[in-house]
């Protein structure tokens, strides 16, 4: 019998039709080769003097200039106030929108009530499904002068104010924004690597006397540990990457001061302003740093916990 | 050792209320501001503006549902965006699965190097710049392609695509080959049939994700004829574009004016009703699968 499977398998491999499977990878292919692979090298423009017109992406034909745009870029008053804001939303967001799922999961875990514990689940993972453009209106309406956040303020005596122009609100209220609609989401993971435990551990740690916050922080947690590894590395590669989908939303010039990122920025210098060169400079700036704290975070953790990305 | 285990079950009594509060106060914080828009949009615009309204609608008010059902605006939005999401949902099932399949063959030839060819740009992107800069240099700027092309291939989803794949038993997969069945043959009616559950989640992952972007819209379309849904609630709900500095040449007017000015004010949340209501209503149905989605993802090679 295995000879005749061997025999079978040979005949199979000789078939000629092998050209076929390249056939299939044509439409994936084309597609990365066109909108992954030709903006990366289109990157080179960071070096050039791009202007509208100019071929693209060309070695010929446009002007180099070397580091020009790195250069003003980092001499810039932009470069402090968008790197520090950048820098500064992401560890807010580290701070609440990395913990809270991660403390919602192990709360929502010593529910005993299957029903309620789904319930309150599934309710959680709705905000992901609104669109970011809803969320945002919902904030800004609820933040007017006459709106919701006032309104119940004012009952404790707080007169109202304009939040969303001032600078100072803006981390909060984008961090919030952004905790709302995504911690029930990003809970999921932890609650699938919890409901993997074995409950023979939980078992045997109950013979022993341990209550139930020390079984959470003995058992539970641990499970969880590799998860939280890998996501927090995965989170430091993206420091510099705000939401700017969000960001973009609720910001406003009176706010730049804080929500200016370098997302934002980029955004308005560069699709806006129409300076190409200078944008994709700082962008490609942006990401070799980004890829370099991935990789250092990922070696941390490695060394740490024995877990990483790779 | 009985008496014990009493101890912390009267311990947990008091852990276990203060859970329940807990979660229901986070339920209640994740809810709330949803059923605050419905009522709002029910509400008498006057009221509506100056948000006095907390648990029921006051008064009951269907304008802004029968306005905001005149719009054509909105209806073109809509339709745009439903094309948009069914070409993408099949144009990403279409190159994932072709794709994946090959990968999926370990006698490939140069697998290794078509395994870096599609992970090097998950690692490096050439960011937004250049991205737009393709699109007007090529021809797709202002056109439905500039959004659709680059929303049909997914290097995640090909490597999701690929793991589901490459479970499947090799037995299975020789003895189609052995009956004489070519590679896309093999593909159609022996992996296909049987990995619904992971198109599934990818066909869902790509609708939703289309229904609710707004960014690359903004970038790359311009023309309001071709823009979708989230891009017609921006304008809405963001950019408010009511102009507050008009000249009027009577009080009459002014009052007029003012009125439609709180009426539409009111239409941001209709708009947000009748925009998210699919999604809220097709959630139940489909959340389970964006679970899994999430399951797989977490897989590691």
């Known amino acids: 019998m295995t000879m005749h499977w061997k025999k079978m398998r040979e005949l199979s491999r000789s078939r000629s039709d092998g ?84 403390i919602f999961a192990l709360l929502l875990n010593e529910v005993r009530n299957a029903r309620y514990k789904k319930f309150v689940q599934t309710v959680s993972y709705l905000p992901y499904f609104i669109s970011m453009v809803v969320v945002a209106g919902m904030v800004l309406s609820f933040l007017e002068i006459n709106g919701l956040i006032n309104n119940l303020l004012s009952l404790f005596g707080v007169s109202p104010r304009e939040y969303i122009i001032y600078p ?57 540990l590799y998860i939280i590894a890998v996501q927090l590395v995965m989170q430091m590669g993206q420091i510099l990457n705000t939401n700017t989908d969000l960001a973009l939303l609720l910001y406003r010039s009176s706010t730049y001061s804080t929500s200016d990122t370098i997302g934002t920025y980029i955004y308005r210098i560069g699709i806006q302003g129409g300076k190409y060169s200078y944008t994709a400079a700082v962008g490609l700036f942006m990401s070799v740093i980004g890829f370099a704290l991935t990789f250092i975070t990922n070696r941390i953790s490695n060394r740490l916990t024995g877990y990483g990305l790779w | 050792m009985k008496k014990n285990r009493n101890a912390i079950r009267e311990g947990s009594r008091f852990a276990d209320a203060a859970i329940y509060f807990i979660a229901a106060i986070v339920a209640f914080i994740t809810l709330y501001p949803l059923y605050y828009v419905l009522i709002l949009s029910l509400s008498e615009p006057e009221i509506a503006a100056t948000m006095r309204v907390y648990w029921f609608p006051k008064g009951l008010y269907w304008g802004g549902y029968e306005k905001i059902f005149e719009d054509v605006r909105l209806w073109i939005s809509y339709r745009n965006t439903l094309i948009y999401a069914g070409v993408e949902a099949v144009g990403m099932l279409f190159t994932c699965c072709t794709f994946a399949y090959a990968l999926s063959w370990k006698k490939l030839r140069g697998r290794s190097w078509i395994n870096a060819f599609i992970l090097i740009p998950m690692y490096f992107s050439g960011g937004i710049i250049p991205l737009f800069l393709l699109m007007i240099n090529f021809g797709l700027y202002n056109t439905p392609w500039a959004l659709i092309l680059p929303g049909c291939y997914s290097i995640w989803y090909i490597i999701l695509v690929r793991s589901y794949f490459s479970s499947i038993p090799e037995t299975l997969r020789e003895a189609a080959r ?99 209501l699919p999604m809220i209503v097709a959630y139940p149905f489909f959340q389970r699968y964006f679970i899994k989605g999430v399951m797989l993802g977490s897989l590691k090679e």
Request: with cysteine; charged share 10%; proline share 5%.
């Open chain 2, 178 to 276: 052995i009956d004489g069945a070519n590679h896309y043959q093999t593909l159609w009616s022996i992996y296909l049939p049987i990995s619904k559950p992971i198109l599934a989640v990818i066909a869902l992952y790509t609708i939703v994700g289309v229904w609710n972007s707004w960014y690359h819209p903004a970038l790359f379309l311009t023309d309001t004829n071709l823009q979708p849904l989230q891009l017609y609630l921006r304008r809405v709900l963001v950019e408010q574009t009511i102009s507050f500095t008009e000249d009027f040449a009577s009080a009459e007017m002014l009052v007029a004016y003012q009125e439609e000015k709180i009426s539409n004010n009111q239409l941001k949340y209709t708009v947000i009703i009748v925009s998210t």
């Open chain 1, 19 to 102: 050209w076929q499977l390249y056939t299939l990878m044509i439409p994936a292919a084309v597609l990365v080769i066109l909108f992954s692979y030709i903006p990366l090298y289109g990157v080179i423009i960071a070096f050039q003097d791009y202007k509208l017109g100019d071929p693209f992406p060309a070695v010929s034909g446009v002007e180099w200039v070397g580091f020009k745009h790195f250069l003003s870029y980092i001499e810039s008053k932009f470069f402090a106030r968008t790197m520090i804001n950048t820098i500064r939303l992401s560890l807010m967001n580290l701070l609440f929108g990395f913990t809270t799922p991660i």
């Open chain 1, 168 to 224: 100072e609100c803006y981390p909060w209220i984008y961090t919030f924004t952004n905790v709302w609609k995504s911690f029930g989401f990003a809970s999921i993971l932890y609650f699938s690597t919890i409901s993997g435990i074995d409950p023979a551990l939980y078992e045997s740690a109950r013979i022993d006397g341990a209550n139930r916050w020390q079984q959470m922080l003995h058992i539970t947690l641990p499970s969880i």
